[in-house]
């Protein structure tokens, strides 16, 4: 057998560093799909624009989305990296970056936990491992408390920051897009923002305040419509259902009934995290969208709160269905259908339950 028949390509390393990346957003975001959807369903529920107001029950909605979730993702991500001693301290160093951000810290979650618990994991090979049994536990316990509380301060004083000025930097780029009469193209910064929870801050930072200008101008505004738009995650949230993995094909169902009819779109983000090819579906959607509202005219008089298609319908100005409505199916119809290719038609399958099997430590054939 020569080298070449032995030694992988760079092509194979390639593909097989992705694979373990993909495997290991998978392995932190899927086993919490179902505190998304609770989530999910207490918003649509339950906010002041949802099926049933309560102001009381609302009240769970903010501390689920901005400390929950994360900490979930954060302890997940811990857990696979050093096992539970690894949850804690990454669900621990989470809190750091919940407090020092004004937004849901998903992205920090990821980063910040397994990163934890690799420190810990290093100190308990050099050191933890060395200690007499007799003081193995102390050892143990303020091991974990030094290095999970020293992250959380430096989550909160440096994470944090590095994250509001993302946000800065893509609402910048989308209100320049904008003004230069270049609407379609904002899908490429808009919803990778999304999926990174970004979307409040971009829509209600940026869009809202420029479609309020253009609707007293002119009655209504596209601007409205670029972010709330519910098609690109109807989409990708179907390919799922019918070529998705296991594990999708099981919440993305009631998943798609919540973005699209409640009007949540985080409950998608997570699907798109586990699968980051998808976010070519989701920009590719958006985009087509936004240019079938663009050539119809179509636009709202406000900002559509939640974004379900509802909400979209009940502030679109008389006379302007047509536009909205062929934008939206548009959007999901196109979203649907790069998914559907990105997912091969349910021929990725395997290979999607492969990444969840790196993730918890198996092995790629």
Do not use: C
């Given at each position: 057998m020569?080298k070449?028949?032995t030694?992988?390509?760079?092509?194979q390393?390639?593909?097989?560093?992705v694979q373990r990346?993909?495997?290991?957003l998978?392995g932190?975001?899927?086993?919490?799909?179902g505190?998304?959807?609770?989530?999910?369903?207490?918003?649509a529920?339950f906010?002041?624009?949802?099926?049933?107001?309560n102001a009381?029950?609302?009240l769970?909605?903010?501390?689920?989305?901005?400390i929950?979730?994360p900490?979930?993702?954060?302890?997940?991500?811990g857990r696979?990296?050093h096992?539970h001693?690894?949850g804690v301290v990454?669900?621990?160093?989470?809190i750091?970056i919940?407090?020092g951000?004004d937004?849901?810290m998903?992205?920090g979650?990821?980063?910040?936990?397994p990163?934890t618990a690799?420190?810990?994991?290093?100190w308990?090979?050099k050191?933890?491992s060395?200690t007499?049994p007799g003081?193995k536990?102390?050892v143990?316990?303020?091991?974990?408390?030094i290095?999970?509380?020293?992250m959380?301060?430096?989550?909160m004083v440096a994470?944090?920051p590095?994250?509001q000025?993302?946000?800065k930097?893509?609402g910048?780029g989308v209100?320049?897009?904008?003004?230069?009469n270049?609407?379609?193209?904002?899908?490429?910064?808009?919803e990778p923002?999304?999926?990174l929870?970004?979307?409040n801050?971009?829509?209600h930072g940026v869009?809202?305040?420029?479609?309020?200008q253009q609707?007293?101008e002119?009655?209504?505004s596209i601007?409205f419509l670029?972010?709330?738009n519910?098609?690109p995650?109807f989409g990708?949230?179907l390919?799922?259902t019918?070529f998705?993995?296991k594990?999708a094909r099981?919440?993305?169902p009631?998943?798609?009934?919540?973005?699209?009819l409640?009007?949540?779109?985080e409950i998608?983000?997570p699907?798109i995290l586990a699968?980051p090819?998808l976010?070519?579906?989701a920009?590719a959607g958006?985009?087509a969208?936004?240019?079938?509202f663009s050539?119809?005219?179509?636009?709202?008089?406000a900002?559509?709160?939640?974004g379900?298609i509802?909400?979209?319908?009940?502030?679109?100005?008389?006379g302007?269905f047509?536009?909205?409505?062929l934008g939206?199916?548009?959007?999901?119809?196109v979203?649907?259908?790069?998914?559907?290719v990105?997912?091969k038609?349910?021929?990725?399958?395997a290979e999607?339950e492969?990444n969840?099997q790196?993730?918890n430590?198996?092995?790629?054939?």
């Amino acid at each position: 057998m020569t080298k070449s028949e032995t030694a992988p390509s760079r092509a194979q390393q390639a593909r097989v560093t992705v694979q373990r990346f993909g495997g290991h957003l998978a392995g932190m975001v899927m086993p919490n799909i179902g505190a998304f959807i609770a989530w999910g369903l207490i918003t649509a529920l339950f906010i002041p624009s949802g099926w049933l107001p309560n102001a009381k029950f609302a009240l769970l909605v903010e501390p689920m989305i901005k400390i929950l979730l994360p900490v979930l993702i954060g302890f997940t991500g811990g857990r696979l990296v050093h096992g539970h001693r690894g949850g804690v301290v990454g669900a621990v160093a989470t809190i750091g970056i919940v407090v020092g951000a004004d937004i849901p810290m998903f992205l920090g979650a990821m980063a910040i936990g397994p990163l934890t618990a690799y420190l810990l994991k290093l100190w308990d090979d050099k050191v933890g491992s060395k200690t007499h049994p007799g003081f193995k536990m102390l050892v143990n316990n303020f091991s974990a408390g030094i290095i999970g509380g020293a992250m959380a301060i430096l989550g909160m004083v440096a994470i944090g920051p590095v994250v509001q000025g993302i946000t800065k930097a893509l609402g910048s780029g989308v209100r320049t897009l904008v003004e230069a009469n270049l609407l379609p193209l904002v899908s490429i910064i808009v919803e990778p923002a999304k999926v990174l929870f970004l979307n409040n801050a971009i829509n209600h930072g940026v869009l809202s305040p420029l479609g309020v200008q253009q609707a007293l101008e002119q009655g209504k505004s596209i601007a409205f419509l670029i972010e709330p738009n519910p098609g690109p995650g109807f989409g990708i949230l179907l390919a799922l259902t019918l070529f998705g993995a296991k594990t999708a094909r099981a919440t993305a169902p009631g998943a798609m009934l919540i973005q699209f009819l409640g009007g949540i779109h985080e409950i998608y983000f997570p699907y798109i995290l586990a699968a980051p090819r998808l976010i070519l579906a989701a920009i590719a959607g958006g985009a087509a969208g936004v240019l079938v509202f663009s050539i119809t005219g179509a636009g709202l008089t406000a900002t559509p709160s939640p974004g379900s298609i509802i909400a979209v319908l009940a502030v679109t100005p008389k006379g302007g269905f047509f536009g909205v409505i062929l934008g939206v199916a548009v959007a999901a119809a196109v979203s649907f259908m790069v998914s559907a290719v990105l997912l091969k038609f349910g021929r990725g399958a395997a290979e999607e339950e492969t990444n969840q099997q790196v993730a918890n430590g198996g092995s790629v054939a």
